[in-house]
């Protein structure tokens, strides 16, 4: 059963003000909701449907969660999907007091807009082992619902620091800082070393000017007809080779 | 000014079956319509917002094209999009009449669902100069407009041919077949020649067994705790080494 003022609450978090008003975000389905609970996310409240409760009993033995059961009506009023599915996960942001010096081979975001470019390059570095994506203030928010979807659970194992690329690529001057542009030398001739950081530019315009000089622009090879390649996937080529040398 | 039975024959080509039927698939935006103009598409009909066909009146005349001007109700009825955008282009399907040779690198998908993994793994073909690719006849249908849009333009320069992908192997034993596999050799000790197809399998359930016997699995190492990649990011990272070897 869910109080007018819980589907209130819970509609909140679909809005980034109020995600950081109350440092918590939205999990939502079937899939993720899982997903969040094995990484290890810090889950405040379950909501779901009785069918899905029951056949992840075990699941929620085992981490020592209770779910509440709610109606179909209830998660479709409180529920940011336009097919809600079965689970609702409130979830605790993670406290980031410093933001953590790049170690190994890390991330930087330049005003990446799309939620799930976001969350796909969040996935991908996961798969590769890397733990941080430094993100300027400009990106979309990491706790954005479609975001958190995207990332498959990876949310919970890599750290997203929002900050001022400019001062961070200042202050770590010894990192080498390689950014995807179109007009770099290729990656295929580039000796990449076991630690840097690898920056992804916005879907619109690149690397921002004020960056450009902290960095060494690289170029994924082009052989055929395409104008550009989709950021997140710019992303998931560079580190794929990066990771093979 | 668009008649009703218009709005209805656009409205038509939404769906597979009647794209099938006149065999056209309709594009929409801004973005895609020059794209597809310049890459050649076989535009029927454009029909467009005023202010459209003024800013573009130089690319439109350079291609022997006229736009219809309608008005924004009009493009709001017509739309397949739920923010309509500028112009709609109504487009021939190119014909296959046969299933062609797969000839130095080609790509061949098995039951990809997604129409946004479709287009994005089109468009990173095309960047890397790939000419083919093969889908089962269970993929999602190429001309949908979700895939037309995230393959920006490269829908007229790769060809996409749905076809029985255990016949073709069959037919061609002599290509190998490197199935993208959570299962398989490493990716970084795999020689990759220079003929050859990357096959990958669905978002859901992986390669079909039918299909396994006639490929080399092959897997991207895992470094991190990410359960899989995306499809279409699985499929780049290959052919991101691939092409650099």
Chains 1, 2 share one sequence.
Not at 27 to 34: C, D, L, M, N, T
Not at 103 to 125: F, K, Q, W, Y
Not at 162 to 168: I, S
Request: hydrophobic share 40%; aromatic share 8%.
């Amino acid at each position: 059963m869910l109080s007018k003022a819980q589907i209130k609450y819970i509609q909140s978090l679909q809005r980034n003000k109020y995600r950081h008003q109350y440092q918590q975000y939205l999990a939502e389905g079937a899939k993720i909701v899982p997903e969040l609970i094995i990484a290890g996310a810090k889950i405040t409240q379950l909501f779901a449907l009785p069918e899905w409760i029951e056949a992840n009993s075990a699941l929620l033995k085992q981490h020592a969660l209770a779910a509440e059961p709610i109606t179909a009506d209830e998660l479709q009023q409180a529920s940011a999907l336009s097919s809600p599915n079965q689970v609702i996960a409130l979830v605790d942001i993670p406290p980031i007091d410093t933001v953590p010096t790049p170690t190994g081979l890390s991330i930087a975001l330049d005003a990446v807009r799309d939620p799930g470019n976001l969350g796909t390059i969040v996935r991908t570095a996961d798969w590769f082992g890397i733990k941080r994506v430094y993100c300027s203030t400009d990106c979309v928010d990491i706790y954005n619902p479609k975001t958190v979807q995207s990332t498959m659970g990876s949310i919970v194992r890599v750290e997203v620091i929002y900050t001022d690329l400019e001062v961070l690529f200042k202050e770590h001057k010894q990192i080498p800082v390689f950014a995807a542009d179109m007009n770099g030398a290729s990656l295929y001739s580039t000796h990449l070393p076991s630690e840097g950081i690898l920056l992804i530019g916005s879907e619109s315009h690149g690397i921002s000017p004020s960056l450009a000089p902290y960095t060494l622009p690289i170029t994924i090879p082009r052989f055929g007809g395409a104008e550009s390649l989709n950021a997140a996937m710019a992303a998931g080529i560079i580190l794929g080779w990066w990771k093979g040398h």
